[in-house]
T-cell receptor, first 113, second 113 residues
Framework: NAGVTQTPKFQVLKTGQSMTLQCAQD?????MSWYRQDPGMGLRLIHY???????DQGEVPNGYNVSRSTTEDFPLRLLSAAPSQTSVYFC????????????FGPGTRLLVL | DAKTTQPPSMDCAEGRAANLPCNHS???????VYWYRQIHSQGPQYIIH???NNETNEMASLIITEDRKSSTLILPHATLRDTAVYYC??????????????FGQGTRLTINP
């Protein structure tokens, strides 16, 4: 299994540009989520999904959209990037039965100028 | 939501046991305690979790107090590669068995040679 994969690894955007951060997992996990991590801080939950077609907001959802058309993929969209969205973004997945652990991707570093 | 409190930083000598404390005084009866760590720039890595009883795996031991208001993660023989930020997390139940992990700021553990 590749686990959780994220693309791209690095991205530079100009203010107002849009882009999609890709996340995929091959573990047939129902639950997927997106976090952002700013320097010196812990991870903050942006959006999450408990299955295909089901998404919900986390702690810091503003400025981000998500969709979950398949179990494997959970893309994160920035419609109009702002410098405040400069951060490292992590995608994660887990099963929803019992106390299953969460697996994280390697992260996407985003710089918005 | 149960929140956690951890010291911002700790040091430990290589080869000694590293004991990382965590307070979670508002934890409810059906919430698990999870520990993750994040080595510089990488995605968080699962370490261990528990509900009431002490737990041990190949990476660490988890000691949960009888009243469940605090816990300690023990790395029995710390190595330089254990230098990381360690997160103590209480799992939050959303619905239908789905959970989200809320990360605090964690403890930055430095293993010294």
């Amino acid at each position: 299994n590749a686990g959780v994969t994220q693309t791209p690894k690095f991205q530079v955007l100009k203010t107002g540009q849009s882009m999609t951060l890709q996340c995929a997992q091959d573990m047939n996990h129902e639950y997927m989520s997106w976090y952002r991590q700013d320097p010196g801080m812990g991870l903050r939950l942006i959006h999450y999904s408990v299955g295909a077609g089901i998404t919900d907001q986390g702690e810091v959802p503003n400025g981000y959209n998500v969709s979950r058309s398949t179990t494997e993929d959970f893309p994160l969209r920035l419609l109009s990037a702002a410098p405040s969205q400069t951060s490292v973004y992590f995608c994660a997945s887990r099963g929803i039965r019992g106390a299953e652990t969460q697996y994280f991707g390697p992260g996407t570093r985003l710089l918005v100028l | 939501d149960a929140k956690t409190t951890q010291p911002p930083s700790m040091d430990c000598a290589e080869g000694r046991a590293a004991n990382l404390p965590c307070n979670h005084s508002t934890i409810s009866g059906n919430e698990y305690v999870y520990w993750y760590r994040q080595i510089h720039s990488q995605g968080p890595q699962y370490i261990i979790h528990g509900l009431k009883n002490n737990e041990t795996n190949e990476m660490a031991s988890l000691i949960i107090t009888e009243d469940r208001k605090s816990s300690t993660l023990i790395l029995p023989h710390a190595t330089l590669r254990d230098t990381a930020v360690y997160y103590c997390i209480v799992r939050l139940i959303i619905f239908q068995g789905a959970q989200k992990l809320v990360f605090g700021q964690g403890t930055r553990l430095t293993i010294n040679p």
